[in-house]
C-alpha cells in the first residue's frame, strides 16, 4: 500500500526544475476553486475541499505576498504542510506547470470512454452530479462513496469497502490526492477494468500513476485565464468556469 501524499510527492518531483524558473503572477483563492497564472502565463486550478470551510485553514498569512513569488517556493511539504488552503494553492500551482501530454483526446462526456455495460458495478467517489443520470441510463449500478451529508446519505465504512473491491469501474475525484484519501482508495479496489481520475484538479502526468490502477485520467486545461481567475475570484464553481476551460481525457497505456 502506498503511503498518503505519494502521488503528490511524485508530481512536484517531476515539475520541481520547471518551477525553479518560474514565478507567480497572480493567485485567486475563491469559494470553490484556487487559481493561479504564471509569469509566462500558464495557468492551473485545484478544487477547495468541501470541508474546508472555517478557522485558520483559510486564513492565509502570506496574502499580498504572493504574486512574484518563486513558485518552487510554495510547492509545500504535502506530509507537513497544515494549511489545507495552501497545499490546494500547491496543487494549482503543479497544475499550471504541467505541459499535457500531445496524446489526449477531448470530450466533454468522459462516460464514452468506459463503455459501460448493463449490470456493470461503478464506484463514484466524490458525488460528480452531471455523471450520475448518463451512468444510470447505461443499466450500471452505481454506488456514491461521499463524504459531504449535505449532497447525499453517507454510506458506512464497510459499506465503502464493499463497494470499492466489488466495482467494475472507479471514478475517483481528484480531490482525493489533497485529503490524503487516493492512496487508500486504490489500495481498497478489488480488480476494476477501469479507474478514473477526474475533476480540474487532476494532474495530466501518466508518469506519476505508472504502478497504480488508473487508467483514466480526466482533467482540465484553463484557456481563457482572464476569465477563469475572474470567476473564481467572484466565487464561481464548474458551471461558470466551463465555457472557458479546455476538458481532456487521456487513457493511459497499459
Not at 12 to 26: L, M, T, V
Not at 64 to 87: S, W
Not at 122 to 149: C, H
Not at 226 to 252: C, D, H, K, M
Request: glycine content about 8%; aromatic content about 6%.
Amino acid at each position: 500500500m502506498f503511503k498518503p501524499g505519494t502521488i503528490i510527492e511524485r508530481l512536484y518531483g517531476c515539475i520541481n526544475s520547471r518551477a525553479k524558473n518560474r514565478r507567480i503572477a497572480d493567485l485567486r483563492a475563491g469559494l470553490s476553486y484556487v487559481g493561479v497564472q504564471l509569469d509566462n502565463e500558464a495557468s492551473g486550478m485545484a478544487a477547495v475541499l468541501p470541508d474546508v470551510t472555517a478557522g485558520d485553514r483559510m486564513i492565509l498569512s502570506e496574502a499580498g505576498r504572493y504574486a512574484g513569488a518563486p513558485a518552487a517556493d510554495l510547492l509545500i511539504d504535502q506530509e507537513n504542510g497544515t494549511n489545507v488552503l495552501q497545499r490546494i494553492i500547491s496543487l494549482a500551482i503543479a497544475n499550471a506547470l504541467i505541459e499535457p501530454p500531445a496524446d489526449t483526446t477531448e470530450d466533454r462526456e468522459a462516460t464514452t470512454y468506459f463503455n459501460l455495460k448493463p449490470g456493470e458495478k461503478v464506484a463514484m467517489v466524490g458525488f460528480f452530479s452531471p455523471l450520475v443520470e448518463r451512468i444510470r441510463a447505461t443499466g450500471a449500478i452505481l454506488t456514491v462513496i461521499e463524504k459531504n451529508p449535505d449532497r447525499l446519505a453517507l454510506l458506512t465504512p464497510d459499506e465503502k469497502q464493499q463497494a470499492l473491491k466489488d466495482c467494475d469501474v472507479a471514478i475517483i475525484t481528484a480531490t482525493t490526492l489533497l485529503n490524503h484519501t487516493f492512496e487508500e482508495t486504490i489500495a481498497a479496489l478489488g480488480k476494476p477494468r477501469v479507474v478514473a481520475l477526474m475533476g480540474p484538479s487532476t494532474p495530466l502526468v501518466p508518469d506519476i500513476f505508472w504502478d497504480t490502477p488508473v487508467t483514466h485520467l480526466g482533467g482540465a486545461v484553463v484557456a481563457d485565464s482572464r476569465r477563469v481567475l475572474q470567476i473564481i475570484s467572484e466565487g464561481g464553481g464548474t458551471p461558470a468556469l466551463r465555457p472557458y476551460l479546455r476538458f481532456v481525457n487521456l487513457i493511459l497505456n497499459r
